[in-house]
């Protein structure tokens, strides 16, 4: 990692290939790679009764994927009405979904009680009396305020919008029995990219600690605590990985210990989104223009509609040219798109080797929150999503969007009104 060597000999040598077949731009995923990485997952927590991961849907919506997560054994973790009816049709059925939504609409408490129901993760006290039909089953989401620091993406727990406070979570969880709750999670979700393991075990020992104080207020057994997502890839090549296996030994100490003092411990979900599928996607965009003014711009013909995460958190993507492997990286480009904004750029000011038009480029680790955060700003549209599948065949699981979608929303019934 960033984007494993595997996915690359498999994908470089056929990427122009693809590109004549399915046109340029395109997101692709690496089916063997998302399996491994899934497998790996598990593996490191086999030592905890109960692990699950819940894939957060949000990094990448899209029900091919989605059917790989439950094959898998994941369940699916939601915070809207389309990504919690994406997940049921992909298979998804009562408590292998999560929906943890915040500023919850009244539309969203039916849509999680439909359809045999979900696990509903509470953001706010004030949410348990608008829950029409209160489950047995609920959770609430925690946020210690200052008692973490929180990492950079997701910024200080104080000045965060999600979960409840420290002081409020007694009375959250006797508001929900009285209400007529049975049975109990507990979720937090404090750090975003975080590749310092160290930090993810602090929240699971948070979570052991809450568990404990809740039980020996109300005399509550927590069946799970879900430790969120968060954890990090090195999107440049130097940044150290996270260490998985450290980071699930540490967390399985604390498990056990926790069962030792106690007589039982509860099971553990997680809800990666980056961790699991961003490695394993790539953007494949064409060199379309060259220009040189005060900078050399090459221009593609994808744009921050594919992929907005460089214009929005500046963030890093590794790109390298295909056929160019193993050139000198004798140029100095911004590579933009034709977006009407300045920063609409996939990288800025980086050393690369002389880039020519209808040369291929491809953007590392887009798997996760890259195509879903797309938007269609200024007419940009979004670009396909294909799967280069175990047996090294390629799959398209979404096509672009087209003008005519684009034009969608505007085909209404006239609707007009005079409050007079
Ligand atoms: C976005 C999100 C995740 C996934 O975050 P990653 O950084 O992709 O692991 C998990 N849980 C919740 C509640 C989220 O909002």
Known sequence: MPMSQSFKERLFPIANEIAAHYGTPFHIYDEAGLRATGEELQQAFSGIDGFREYFAVKALP??????????????????????????RNSGGQGEDIMFT???TDPEEFAAAAANGGCILNLDDVSLIAKVPEFPELVCFRYNPGPRRTGNIIIGNPVEAKYGITHEQVISAYRMAMERG???????????????????????????????????EELGIRFEFLNIGGGLGIPYKPEDQPLDL?????????????????????????????????????ALITKVINHKSTYRNYVGVDACMSALMRPAMYDAYHHLDVIGKEDQDHSEVYDVVGSLCENNDKFVVQRNLPVIRENDLLVIHDTGAHGHAMGFQYNGRLRPKELL??????????????????????????????DAK
């Open 101 to 103: 939504s915040n500023n």
């Open 62 to 87: 899209n029900p091919r994927i989605l059917e790989l997560m439950k094959e898998m054994g994941f369940g699916f973790d939601c915070s809207s009405i389309p990504e919690l009816i994406m997940s």
């Open 181 to 215: 709750a049975k049975r109990f999670g507990l979720h937090t979700m404090v750090a975003s990219n975080e590749r310092d393991y160290s930090y993810i075990v602090e929240t699971a020992r948070m979570l052991l600690q809450i568990a404990e104080l809740v039980e």
């Open 388 to 417: 280069l599948r175990t047996d090294g065949t390629i799959e398209l699981i979404r096509r672009a969007e087209t003008n005519e979608d684009y034009f969608q929303t505007l085909n209404f019934e006239p609707d007009n009104f």
């Open 245 to 281: 296996s450290a980071m699930a030994k540490e967390i399985t100490d604390l498990f056990n210990e926790f069962k030792t003092t106690h007589g039982y411990a509860p099971r553990m979900y997680m809800e990666s989104g980056r961790w699991v599928a961003g490695p394993h996607g």
